[in-house]
């Protein structure tokens, strides 16, 4: 994702608002995270002045600038102009840092887009019990919907993304996992998932009034009764929405945060269809990234699966502009 003030370079790889396509576990606040009751650990920059004195000095006396929002999964810290340090809030999350300091450094010169590649792993230490990643720094701001200048080329250029990642080999890559957030698991299947079967319905259910929720029962059903994947499963990003796509005078330029990076269903990453493209561009983009019909329902299902709100939900609560987005999403995936 990315953040920054008007006009300012954005660039690093962590969830921001439910633009990004991810559960709700979000401690917002502005670069640290307190103590809770979800088992998430205190971050702040005294805490990581310490870990890279201990752990990296020669980065030690660099300036350390907490981004101005920082994300769900992780903290992130501007480290100098050129770095990003990036901690897991949460055990659960801890297996991204593996993922990306194992893989990245490999897919990324297989892409046709920009990757922040780590440049060193932290190791727990000073009260700190996790993992950590040293990343590259990626230039560039949030891409959005309208700021795009061309959304057509925008939609072939992602689609190339999508289709170049899930051309490389997948042998050994990680299946759908719980630090994962089951990325690429059968649309529906009964695990900790946004996407469950159960999860879903209740959600929907809690919608009564809100929205046409026959029609969205209907969007649901119709995911879970396409067919499954039946080939070997591939790489996929898996929240290929708004906050984790950057763009350089409308033009997207890279693409961030690989922390549910997984090999299974590719369908997850026809999200941004619904979710960052114009309904102009949608079928440009299922043309370009080669989607069938039971793809393209998979797909749907997953994006409304994370265009929910549910009213009594805290990540909605705290913010009512994060309800407007999901309506918004909604209503384009009702749309088709």
Known sequence: MSTGGAGKPFAYEEYEDHDDFEDHEDDEDHGDSGDGDDGDVRIDEPLVRRLLTAQFPEWARLPIRPVPRSGMDNVTYRLGDDLTLRLPRYERWVGQVEREQRWLPWLAPQLPLAVSRPVAQGKPGEGYPFPWSVCRWLDGEPATTDGLADPRRTAVELAEFVTALRSIDATGGPEPQWSNAFRGARVGAECDALTADSLVRAKIA???????????????????????????????HGDLATGNLLAVDGRLTAVIDFGTLAVGDPACDLIPAWMFLPPTARATFREAVGADDAMWARGRGIAL???????????????????TTALRHLEGILAG
């Open 206 to 236: 809690k919608l009564r009034g809100m929205v046409d929720t026959d029609a969205v029962t209907a969007v649901w059903e119709e995911s879970l009764a396409a067919p499954a994947w039946d080939r070997p499963p591939v790489w996929l």
């Open 305 to 323: 699966a994370g265009s929910l709100p549910v009213p009594d939900d805290p990540f909605f609560q705290q913010d009512p502009a994060r309800v």
